[in-house]
């Protein structure tokens, strides 16, 4: 044990499946434990956390006691509660930024009053805490207009309005009904920004920084982008709706400013920085940004990049770290991933419904399985169930973006369970362009 390095990975989902395979991509011996991690993890030779925990300083002890030399939190939920202060505090290494950079994602009105107070290119918008003003002012406006909860929502606290009775029954889910509960205390109205969207990832030891290869999320449950929002369907990277140099200008006007602004405001930002965009006609402009990797994003950007992760995350995580000394290459070619969910979802969903094919779908080349929603039983673990909505992302590598999606899919048609559903058109627009 004492001669090797250690991780421990917060989360259970798949990205946090992608973000073990990545750290297990290189040369370096690790011992890797998750919480709570999840049976593909287990499978890959990661150790779940097997004490009770009630909160984060109870997971700070676990690592303390476990002599872990790195953690590396995945989602959003634990980075805004703190669990970075909370572990930098016993002097524990953490990859993630603290809870005051968190709010980057934690509260949309902090992210737009930041953009507008720093120059940043985003939507034009107004922040209400009532409703009678907030439907005075969409009765104003006119439609269409994009309706925000200023907390954490899962992804699902941005509401596209295309007429004003979509508004209205917007303001009434979320004044009226409470849906959204303390994150619907605050709202962002905006202006509706149209283009493609893109998803940047920035590596940031809280000076320097790194970008990885663009990706492209398909956020709606059905084929042609139909249906209702969901945590994403399938992702592909690079994305071509950003150029080299478009990148150029996302770079200089967006990723540099937001790092300088964060410093400015106090909260120096170390971490992953997620930078959604919209690609409009006038350039540029951020959406939202999260402080995280995407889900499924994460598993179609990670295969890309050919680094030690373990060596690049401990240097965000380190108070001196720095980022630009890493190895770093970008294979050239594409990487898609395909989300296969539980039928209904992202309504009321089935659960325990047998998996079949997982291994035949692995066996191919190129092709890797992220587990996601998914239980296991048996002696060995060896009998998969779903137990979730999303339940399973295949990604495949290809030379060109049509080889990729065709493997993929090769991986998706081995795989079976009852009311399994998927987007049949994941990195089709990127084909076309």
Known sequence: ?????????????????????ALLRTDRALCTFAYPGNPGMERDGCMLVDQEIKGWG???????????NLTVVGPEVPLAEGIVDIFKKRGLLVFGP????????GSKVFAKKLMKKYGIPTAGFEVFTAKDKALAYI?????????????????KGAIVCDTLDEAKAALADIFDKKSFGAAGESVVIEEKMSGEEASVFVLADGKGYKILPVAQ????????DTGPNTGGMGAYAPAGAVSAKMMTRVEEEIVVPTLAAMEKEKARYRGLLYVGLMMTKEGPKVVEYNCRFGDPEAQAVLPLVHCDWYEAFLECAKANGSVSGVEWS???GYCVSVVMASGGYPGKIAKGKA??????????????VYFAGVSATGAKKEKHKTSGGRVLAVSAKGKTLAK??????????EIKFEGAQYRTDIGAKGVKR
């Open 217 to 224: 999320d398909h956020k709606r449950i059905g084929d042609g």
């Open 330 to 332: 970008v294979e050239p």
């Open 404 to 413: 990729a999606i065709a493997s993929a899919y090769e991986g998706v048609a």
């Open 355 to 368: 998996i079949t094919g997982i291994d035949v779908a692995e066996g191919k080349d190129g092709v890797d």
């Open 58 to 68: 109870d997971l700070a002890d676990w690592a303390e006691a476990n002599e872990v």
């Open 139 to 155: 009765e104003g406006k006119g439609a269409p207009l994009v309706v925000k909860v200023d907390g954490l929502a899962a992804g």
């Open 98 to 105: 603290s809870k005051a950079a968190a709010r980057i994602e």
């Open 1 to 21: 044990m004492e001669f090797m390095d250690s991780v421990l990975i917060v989360g259970g989902g798949g990205r946090e499946h992608a973000l073990l395979k």
